[in-house]
């Protein structure tokens, strides 16, 4: 394409899908769009390179191998060449043992390539290529030594494919249950002090998002004894035996109690969060009470059947039953939603409260909030900063900033 009077009358347009856009935006060009489009095709070319070239490396030092298998092999015999094939082909490897049983360390692809080739003789030119390729156009590359001794990574190398390895959570001492007094108040007597109660905010504290939650969770409050699920050893804190609270080194992400029981207040509809072994000491008084109700929770973790509603909303799943669980207002909804994990909704207000409390606008937008998206006022996942919310079309009722 010949563009001899470009900026002189003619002009050059780009498309990218959704996904390409993003990344552009990643990268937080400060000049023109034209530049982030030429580094973002650039950063392409080089990590398609490099992928590549450890493929490229891989069948070098096949080649070099067969080669050297082939040299003490002399005439064409029947025999000669079995020996020859013997020597040629690769070993399957199909037990776990084998493709990972051993110890697995990075090195540069530079010194896997060299330690590769030092024991070959033939064709030197070809080392020498494979080996100042490897130096000049992936020097910083990291890959595991082993890894053309795997039979998927010789087949999907240039997918670049990388393993994760996530450490289990440690094993930690549980903390003994307890019936605090001012669930036991707020059962029988339909008495509730939230002054003794906790937010959901205490429960998150010891976690590794808190600081960026902190003093959003403060609607549904919960029993005091929700937070403690585990205690420390001595080794891990100097108060031995104490539940934990606050200060601590470790986070606590791995450890937080699921929600399944919610106390709800008849006249105030407060929403209460009990653990299991409050609802099994209090269970006959619960089945008595007038002031409030018990219902059974369960996010939804999968799509959810059309036909079938919510737990909470089924008039059997409740103490006493005949009743549904009725949010008293969209925060309620949104912070027990959020803190349990939903991934599904019923509706699009649940959805539209969901976003609204995390500060997301969705899909699809309109043509103002497309300016505002355009004017980086709105983040690439639809994230609204809390100094633009208000300026963002559609974030003028947004009450609840995160």
């Not at 692809?109 to 080739?117: G, Q």
């Not at 934990?244 to 209460?272: A, C, H, M, N």
């Not at 639809?382 to 009722?397: A, C, H, I, Q, S």
Request: aromatic share 10%; glycine share 6%.
């Amino acid at each position: 394409m010949r563009m001899r009077l470009l900026g002189c009358g003619h002009s050059l347009s780009f498309f990218a899908s959704s996904e390409v856009d993003n990344e552009i935006r990643k990268l937080n060009i400060s000049q023109t769009k034209v530049h982030g489009i030429i580094k973002w095709a650039m950063n392409n070319n080089i990590t398609q390179v490099r992928d590549g070239l450890i493929h490229w490396a891989n069948q070098g030092t096949a080649q070099l191998r067969k080669l050297e298998a082939l040299k003490p092999c002399s005439g064409n015999s029947v025999e000669s060449l079995r020996q020859a094939g013997h020597q040629i082909v690769e070993n399957e490897v199909i037990e776990l043992r084998a493709m990972y049983g051993e110890s697995r360390l990075k090195e540069s692809l530079e010194k896997v390539i060299s330690n590769r080739v030092a024991g070959y003789n033939q064709e030197p030119e070809l080392k020498a290529a494979l080996v100042l390729a490897c130096k000049a156009y992936a020097s910083n590359r990291l890959i595991f030594s082993d890894v053309f001794d795997e039979e998927q990574e010789r087949e999907l190398e240039h997918e670049a494919e990388e393993e994760v390895q996530e450490m289990r959570p440690a094993s930690l001492s549980p903390a003994k249950p307890v019936l605090p007094p001012c669930v036991e108040e707020a059962v029988r007597k339909g008495i509730v002090d939230v002054n003794n109660f906790i937010t959901l905010d205490v429960c998150l504290q010891n976690t590794k998002v808190f600081k960026r939650l902190r003093n959003k969770f403060t609607a549904v409050l919960a029993s005091p004894e929700f937070a403690n699920v585990t205690i420390y050893s001595r080794s891990d804190s100097q108060n031995s035996g104490a539940r934990f609270t606050t200060g601590l080194s470790r986070p606590l992400d791995k450890y937080l109690r699921e929600p399944q029981w919610v106390l709800q207040l008849s006249q105030t509809r407060t929403l209460i969060l009990l653990t299991p072994f409050e609802v099994d000491a209090l269970f006959d008084q619960f089945r008595h009470m007038k002031h409030a109700i018990l219902f059974l929770f369960q996010p939804y973790y999968q799509k959810p059947d059309p036909t079938i509603p919510a737990l909470y909303s089924m008039a059997g799943f409740s103490i006493p039953s005949g009743n549904n669980l009725e949010f008293g207002c969209s925060r309620n909804f949104s912070e027990l939603n959020v803190f349990a994990g939903n991934l599904y909704f019923e509706n699009l207000s649940q959805e539209k409260w969901i976003c609204q409390f995390l500060g997301i606008l969705p899909l699809p937008r309109t043509e103002e909030q497309n300016e505002a998206f355009e004017d980086n006022l709105i983040d690439y996942n639809g994230f609204v900063l809390p100094g633009y919310r208000g300026k963002v079309p559609g974030t003028e009722n947004w009450g609840l900033p995160l």
